[in-house]
T-cell receptor, first 115, second 119 residues
Framework: AQSVAQPEDQVNVAEGNPLTVKCTYSVSGNPYLFWYVQYPNRGLQFLLKYITGDNLVKGSYGFEAEFNKSQTSFHLKKPSALVSDSALYFCAVRPGYSSASKIIFGSGTRLSIRP | GAGVSQTPSNKVTEKGKYVELRCDPISGHTALYWYRQSLGQGPEFLIYFQGTGAADDSGLPNDRFFAVRPEGSVSTLKIQRTERGDSAMYLC?????????????????FGEGSRLTVL
């Protein structure tokens, strides 16, 4: 069975500092990994994905994520946080080989950027 | 519009009533997902369609929940004999394919959701 863990309910960072939001996963075979962001009273928006290739993937709004197969992790990062990055972030996973598999989401991490 | 459309955006009903929630996916998207999200929580998988058929309905909590997608486009989530615990945001998402081809990765496009409140 596939699963996603986001160990931190909340991450607090000062504006201009680097940020990391953690995600670990469990899935059979090679994973497809995703990050989504949810702003207040809005639907989930796609940020970035890892499918294959370079372990460091870049996405929207200056975010990037690093795939680490040995640690089964896919942490979200940004070199310099903005107040506007404050939102709820979700990591998600599905098996890469399957033509009929569901996408499972983590419980979410609330990112709060203070001015 | 070009995005995923969900109606109604808000639904208030009484305990024991029947409710239908509708999802109109992005045109041409073959895969359609339903999720349920409680406040401050992650989306909880309910059911996934590939075309007209339910490829995985393992997330439906009990037999009061049912979903259909008769023509492979619009989907309806049906909840019978609603209970207060059914109150949540119901999210629909679509994607172009769920194939193993690395060029089709199953990235989801979400609607704004239908907020269900059972009194």
């Amino acid at each position: 069975a596939q699963s996603v863990a986001q160990p931190e309910d909340q991450v607090n960072v000062a504006e201009g500092n680097p940020l990391t939001v953690k995600c670990t996963y469990s899935v059979s075979g090679n994973p497809y990994l995703f990050w989504y962001v949810q702003y207040p009273n809005r639907g989930l928006q796609f940020l970035l994905k890892y499918i294959t290739g370079d372990n460091l993937v870049k996405g929207s709004y200056g975010f990037e994520a690093e795939f680490n197969k040995s640690q089964t992790s896919f942490h979200l990062k940004k070199p310099s946080a903005l107040v506007s990055d404050s939102a709820l972030y979700f990591c998600a996973v599905r098996p890469g080989y399957s033509s009929a598999s569901k996408i499972i989401f983590g419980s979410g991490t609330r990112l709060s950027i203070r001015p | 519009g070009a995005g995923v459309s969900q109606t109604p955006s808000n639904k208030v009903t009484e305990k024991g009533k029947y409710v239908e929630l509708r999802c109109d996916p992005i045109s041409g998207h073959t895969a359609l997902y339903w999720y349920r999200q409680s406040l401050g929580q992650g989306p909880e998988f309910l059911i996934y369609f590939q075309g007209t058929g339910a490829a995985d309905d393992s997330g439906l909590p009990n037999d009061r929940f049912f979903a259909v997608r008769p023509e492979g486009s619009v989907s309806t989530l049906k909840i019978q004999r609603t209970e207060r615990g059914d109150s949540a945001m119901y999210l629909c998402a679509s994607s172009s394919t769920q194939g193993g081809d690395s060029t089709n990765t199953g990235e989801l496009f979400f609607g704004e959701g239908s907020r269900l409140t059972v009194l």
